[in-house]
Nanobody
């Protein structure tokens, strides 16, 4: 399974970005799709996740500003980021937990840089 991310970039405070992540490969079913981020000098943190059943959860730090959504048919997850702040600057990684042949595996995207600066 390979994950390919897109959508990062430079944006001014208050602006918006939409991140996308799509998985390719054979014979897997998705359990959970998530976005993490890692700022310089900080640990990687969970931003939001969505389950195969459609349940979502977002971190308190981004609640009301970020929205996660998933498309199981396309094996894709999206993160709509609005009202961006400088403290949202980080490398954002998508993360999938999938099941293949009764075993569970997890995979990471390559990361995409989001920079919020004037």
């Amino acid at each position: 399974v390979q994950l390919v991310e897109s959508g990062g970039g430079l944006v001014q405070p208050g602006g918006s970005l939409r991140l996308s992540c799509a998985a390719s490969g054979n014979m897997f079913s998705i359990n959970t799709m998530a976005w993490y981020r890692q700022a310089p000098g900080k640990e990687r943190e969970l931003v939001a996740y969505v389950t195969s059943g459609g349940s979502t959860n977002v971190a308190d730090s981004v609640k009301g500003r970020f929205t996660i959504s998933g498309d199981n048919a396309k094996n894709a997850v999206y993160l709509q980021m609005n009202s961006l702040k400088p403290e949202d600057t980080a490398v954002y990684y998508c993360h999938f937990i999938v099941t293949m042949a009764t075993y569970e595996y997890d995979y990471w995207g390559q990361g995409t840089q989001v920079t919020v600066s004037s």
